[in-house]
């Protein structure tokens, strides 16, 4: 094995890479979403999940920005799609979906937030993984283990199955479901998802139970869950909120809450520093589920207001 090899094998424990300097680079860095560093670096690179991923770019902490800098690059063919009429746009919606493919390399790809999310994995033996979600959006998933990926390839397949099956029920028509993506209509996609990100199987059955059958009403149950038992006097497990956009079956799940302990107790060893700064996201983990019925109003008046403005320029 030459130097270059044996220079870049992975160490036997991560934990005690970080327990020197870089931890302390991470908590400064500031190319990182908090959440970012603690639940899709760190409890990957320690072990505590084997797979995390993030949304690029909404998951950067210029992802606004961004995705103004997309829209602009994109907008003279999103007014052509917008004044043609139905015959032409069949022409001119792939054009649009090729032309926020390339802004997207050019725009996020070469920007120093990605870059910076590429060097942290590089420097904590992280693999990456790219999905295409829709041209404008990106998965960017983080796991340690060769395993993984071929776990990602599989999910990417049953992800276009369900989004084909999806497009035939609908008689090719894009209608909508009120879900970003139809394939969170597909409980082999949703399993599939919850088995990747080592969510506690009572989390998962529920999280599709109330998918599948109430249809997209999964944030509306976990947050009346918080809201009432607050009603009752009693407060939720903070750490049962382990890691963002993830639904505890209840706001007291005992294994939800031993993932977030098992997260809190391991970073501690590495720097409480770090541990603290993981407290603070689970505390507004609960927060975002809480008030998820406000936020998603808010979310939708942004993404219209986006899109006025998008089609005025
Ligand atoms: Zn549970």
Redesign the pocket.
């Known amino acids: 094995m030459g130097y270059f090899l044996r220079f870049w094998k992975k160490p036997k424990n991560v934990a005690s890479l970080l327990k020197g300097t870089l931890s302390e680079e991470m908590f400064d860095e500031s190319l990182l979403l908090d959440h970012v560093k603690i639940e899709d670096y760190l409890m990957v690179a320690l072990g505590i999940r084997s797979c995390s991923f993030l949304t690029i770019p909404a998951e950067f902490e210029n992802g606004d920005e961004l995705g103004k800098k997309i829209d602009v690059l994109c907008r003279e063919d999103f007014q052509a799609v917008l004044s043609a009429t139905a015959d032409k746009k069949m022409v001119l919606i792939p054009k649009l979906k090729k032309k926020i493919r390339e802004s997207f390399k050019k725009v996020i790809f070469a920007s120093a937030v990605y870059r910076a999310h590429m060097e942290w994995s590089r420097k904590l033996f992280l693999q990456t993984y790219d999905i295409e979600v829709r041209p404008s959006i990106h998965e960017l998933y983080l796991f340690n283990n060769s395993r993984v990926k071929k776990e990602l390839r599989r999910l990417r397949n049953v992800r276009n199955v369900a989004r084909e099956r999806f497009a035939l029920s609908m008689g090719g028509s894009e209608r909508k479901t009120g879900l970003a993506f139809p394939e969170e209509l597909s409980s082999d996609y949703l399993f599939s998802v919850g088995k990747l990100l080592e969510?506690?199987?009572?989390?998962?059955?529920?999280y599709v139970h109330d998918r599948l059958r109430e249809n997209a009403t999964v944030e509306m149950r976990a947050s009346r869950q918080v809201k009432e038992l607050r009603k009752e006097g009693k407060e939720p497990d903070i750490y049962?909120y382990f890691v963002r956009n993830f639904f505890?079956?209840?706001p007291r799940?005992?294994?939800?809450s031993e993932m977030g302990r098992k997260a809190f107790d391991l970073l501690s060893k590495v720097s409480p520093k770090l541990a603290d700064l993981y407290l603070e996201c689970v505390r507004k983990n609960v927060e975002m589920v809480e008030k998820y019925p406000e936020l998603i109003g808010q979310y939708r008046k942004k993404m219209k207001k986006r899109a006025q403005k998008l089609s005025r320029m």
């Open positions: 969510y506690p199987s009572c989390c998962v059955e529920r049962a505890p079956c209840g799940c005992r294994s939800a």
